[in-house]
């Protein structure tokens, strides 16, 4: 049989892939730029097929609370919005985060603060992965640079997800989400049955059995001696996850002089840049994190070592170069060269910053 | 009668509910909420429904029910119970969803929560415990308090010109078509907790049923909050609350 490939937007590739991954219930708001995913799975009404549930909330507060209490079924439960939306959906992220509860969130950024425009932004770094919500937590952040990795990536997420029992987020742009690509969407997966839950998650709550304690899910714990060891168990769990899940790509690293550091649509951009740098005779590579949380820092360091420069991409005023120049700790120089409120560099406009901030 | 003859079972004339535990409640004596946990504990048990219930807790004074009915627990952010609620029941039907909310979780923070979960006619039963005030922080103003009522901060009394007026969520639920069973109720008297329980296993009933959403208004004490005796805040609430919060069904199809 021949690959089963289609053309589609990158939001409608979550929408896919979700349903053919066996999600059991979609919880969300519209939002620009991502309302493909609600619309798509409102359409293809995946609770005729597999019977995933989906439902639009009264706001972004409620959505994410579902996501809570679908999660704490043991089910896997998801929701997606645009950067104002994950700014009210952040209360919900931090009760799950301390209630260690497994979930995806999508966020297709779009240019902020505030309102803003509906245009494509990468300035939700910094909430997604230094925190956003309040107390100290993590947040699993993967940031696809195709339509292929949308689809591929809700998998992703929901199996570290469910292995670190953590929420993990799809951090995209209107770029990602709006354009249409080819994809390979995910192998049919059937949704598990409430027995396979019950043997995979012994903690969920779906009903008290003769057989053990009562299953409570909640973040609340008053004595602060306990509250201290539940904050040291989460910190460990997060040395395991920075220790083991650490994603990237390295693009004509190889030889090169210079590196580029971006991800997802200003990764894409820069792929382009290189082919301009190196016909100047200028060799550039490209470091793409992956995973954003954890951060590639290690293999930044080694490069610390063995480049003169580097010039980080952003859709934003200057986020990640903050976690790529502790990466490099001062071994060599970490430029910024970002577009704001949701304008997008060109790979002309790259190459002209790599030379004026990095190459002398 | 020495002791041996008083302790025989044809002799007992209340229990503690099989359901309930025995971890040391952090309840005030005299307030409602002891004798609503031993009701949704009891109910669940004669329904033989401890397998197939969970239970979503608040914020608030009963943010540790799940300290106390040895059930499956949820416990949710501040006012956000019945979007918790939704989903489960969405995703496990035949199971019984209920939440357990005060009124400054249900009808204050909670509010828009609350109201979309019942128009969606959502298939939970929810438990509200009104005593017009926020027990659990100390006794400030609720969205429920009586006029003139006071509280920390409404220390010369609710202003409703400032401060707004009671707000008899109950009656705005009532309205919706998803909600099959909205009543008022109270624990002040044996009468009345029998009420109150058959109206409980209503709800729950309704629930398991999947006949829509269910609201039980406890109208009920604060003694401590009140700064009363039990016997006091209840004679209280007969005088003051009930007229505002009239006990009987808003709506039961």
């Known amino acids: ?360 | 009668m020495d002791k041996n003859q008083i302790i025989r079972p044809e002799n007992l004339v209340h229990a503690k509910p099989e359901l309930m535990n025995n971890n040391h409640m952090h309840y005030c004596p005299g307030c409602s909420h002891g004798v609503v946990h031993k009701l949704v504990a009891e109910v669940i048990k004669e329904l033989g429904l401890q397998e197939k219930t969970i239970g979503i807790a608040p914020v608030g004074c009963a943010v540790f029910a799940y300290n106390y009915i040895d059930i499956d627990w949820q416990e949710a952010a501040h006012g956000r119970a019945p979007a918790l609620a939704t989903a489960v029941k969405r995703l496990l039907p035949d199971k019984m969803v209920f939440t357990y909310q005060g009124d400054g979780d249900l009808a204050a923070i909670g509010t828009a929560e609350t109201i979309h979960a019942a128009n969606r006619g959502e298939d939970i039963a929810i438990i509200f415990i009104n005593n017009g005030i926020y027990g659990m922080t100390g006794g400030q103003m609720a969205p429920t308090t009586l006029k003139n009522m006071k509280t920390s901060t409404s220390p010369e009394g609710r202003n409703t010109q400032t401060m707004g007026n009671p707000l008899k969520i109950l009656d705005l639920l009532a309205l919706l078509d998803g909600v099959c069973l909205a009543t008022r109720v109270s624990v002040h008297s044996a009468a009345a907790v029998k009420k109150t329980k058959r109206m409980i296993r209503l709800a729950f009933e309704n629930s398991l049923a999947g006949k829509g959403t269910s609201i039980v208004e406890v109208v009920s004490t604060c003694n401590a909050g009140w700064k009363m005796t039990p016997a006091a805040a209840n004679d209280w609430m007969v005088e003051n609350m009930f007229p505002v919060y009239p006990i009987g069904d808003l709506k039961n199809i």
Not at chain 1, 103 to 114: F, S, T
Not at chain 1, 155 to 164: D, I, N, P, S, V
Not at chain 1, 196 to 220: M, V, Y
């Open chain 1, 1 to 360: 049989m021949s690959e089963e490939i289609v053309l589609m937007k990158g939001n409608e590739a979550i929408a896919h892939a979700a349903i053919r991954y066996g999600v059991d219930g979609y919880f969300g708001y519209p939002i620009t730029p991502q309302s493909e995913i609600i619309e798509t799975l409102m359409e293809v009404a995946p609770w005729k097929t597999t019977g995933m549930v989906v439902l639009q909330a009264e706001s972004e507060v409620a959505a994410i609370n579902m996501v809570y209490g679908g999660a704490a079924c043991g089910k896997y439960a998801m929701t997606s919005s645009s950067s104002p939306g994950i700014s009210l959906k952040q209360e919900g992220i931090s009760y799950m985060a301390g209630a260690e509860l497994p979930a995806l969130i999508v966020n297709v950024q779009r240019g902020g603060p505030g309102l803003g425009t509906i245009q494509p932004s990468q300035a939700d770094y910094f909430q997604t992965v230094k925190g956003g919500g309040h107390g100290d937590y993590k947040l699993i952040t993967l940031a696809p640079n195709s339509v292929q990795e949308m689809a591929d990536f809700v998998g992703l997420a929901f199996e570290l997800a469910f292995k670190y029992r953590n929420p993990a987020m799809i951090l995209t742009d209107g770029v990602i989400g709006q354009m249409m690509e080819k994809v390979k969407l995910p192998a049919w997966q059937q949704r598990r049955s409430e027995q396979e839950i019950r043997e995979q998650c012994p903690w969920a709550t779906l009903g008290k059995t003769a057989d053990r304690k009562p299953n409570i899910i909640t973040s609340l714990e008053l004595d602060s001696a306990a509250m201290e060891k539940n904050n040291e168990r989460f910190q460990a769990k997060y040395r395991v996850v920075e220790a083991t899940e650490v994603r990237y790509e390295e693009i004509k690293c190889d030889d090169a002089d210079y590196l580029l550091v971006a991800f997802g649509s200003a990764a894409r951009i820069c792929q382009k840049t290189i082919d301009l740098a190196r016909k100047e005779g200028i060799k550039v590579g490209l470091v793409r994190p992956i995973t954003l949380w954890p951060f590639p820092t290690e293999v930044l360091y080694a490069y610390g070592g063995r480049v003169k420069g580097m010039l980080t991409v952003e859709l934003n005023a200057g986020q990640m170069v903050e976690d790529v120049r502790l990466a490099v700790n001062g071994q060599i120089p970490v430029a910024h060269y970002g577009r704001l409120g949701g304008i997008v560099p060109t790979p002309e406009g790259v190459l002209a910053a790599l030379k004026e901030k990095v190459v002398h």
